[in-house]
């Protein structure tokens, strides 16, 4: 079986670099600088979920890793160091830098601390409510979020927040349509080595788990934070898109494909 090895080679991981200094003026440099020296990092979960000690809370520590050999492997390949992310398990609300957010609001991730949070009761909802394939839908959201991490780390998420003010409600929401799909793409990039390392996909799960993960919906607490305020005309894109994206960066896994900002096409 030929082994693809789509990230590997260094030239490429420049690319995304390139990408990003290209529509946001940053020099790669700084990016890469920026990003490692701002907070220590911890991997393992914190909080005290009613379900700690048992099966979801291993479960989301193994993604987690997984996510942080993937990343810490392409931020290599970039010349630059990955910061690993706090990831926080709750039930119920917890304070965040966003703010306060009730377990309603689902997982989301935090810039301002640089925290995951994954509400564990969204977990359940997923597996009850919307019968989505544990695993994988689990897998997806923790992804879709370490992507919202990256796109800090990278300066993209800051740079995007900044366009944003200047750009009228349309833009503004499109703006942040292709931030929710570059983050599917990521989850695709880990999946691509993922499922080279251990073939975690089976036929569907791609398109059940997205189509749950997004008619639950995440992020509601950064949108309310930053001042998003017309969810009804706020989307994470549609359910193809989000598919066709988690699906470039899966089949390419080279992150310079998750160039959501300048595709004419989304
Ligand atoms: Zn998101």
Do not use: K
Request: hydrophobic share 40%.
């Amino acid at each position: 079986m030929r082994v693809s090895r789509g990230i590997a080679g260094g030239g490429i991981g420049a690319v995304i670099l390139l990408v990003a200094a290209l529509f946001f003026g940053v020099d790669p440099s700084i990016v890469l600088q920026n990003g490692p020296t701002f907070e220590d990092t911890t991997s393992s979960p914190q909080g005290q979920p009613p379900t700690a000690g048992g099966e979801l809370p291993e479960f989301v520590s193994v993604v987690l890793a997984d996510t942080e050999d993937t990343w810490h492997a392409i931020f290599q390949e970039l010349g630059g160091t990955y910061q690993e992310p706090t990831m926080v398990l709750f039930t119920g609300a917890v304070q965040s830098a966003c703010g306060f957010a009730q377990a309603a609001v689902g997982p989301f991730y935090c810039p301002g601390d640089r925290r995951v949070y994954l509400d564990l009761s969204f977990f359940e909802e997923l597996r009850t409510r919307f019968g989505a394939p544990g695993d994988f839908a689990q897998a997806y959201v923790i992804a879709h979020e370490i992507g919202h991490h990256v796109q800090t780390l990278l300066g993209i998420t800051q740079e995007v927040n900044r366009l944003r003010g200047q750009v009228g409600q349309v833009e503004a929401n499109d703006l942040s349509v292709r931030v929710e799909l570059q983050a599917d793409c990521f989850a695709g990039l880990w999946a691509h080595r993922a499922q080279r390392s251990r073939q975690i996909l089976e036929e569907g799960d791609i398109e059940e788990g997205l189509n749950a993960a997004s008619a639950i919906g995440d992020d509601r607490l950064q949108r309310e934070s930053r001042g998003y305020v017309s969810p009804d005309s706020f989307t994470h894109g549609s359910s193809a898109q989000r598919v066709r994206w988690f699906e470039r960066g899966l089949a390419s896994g080279d992150p310079a494909s998750c160039d959501t900002f300048s595709a004419d096409r989304i």
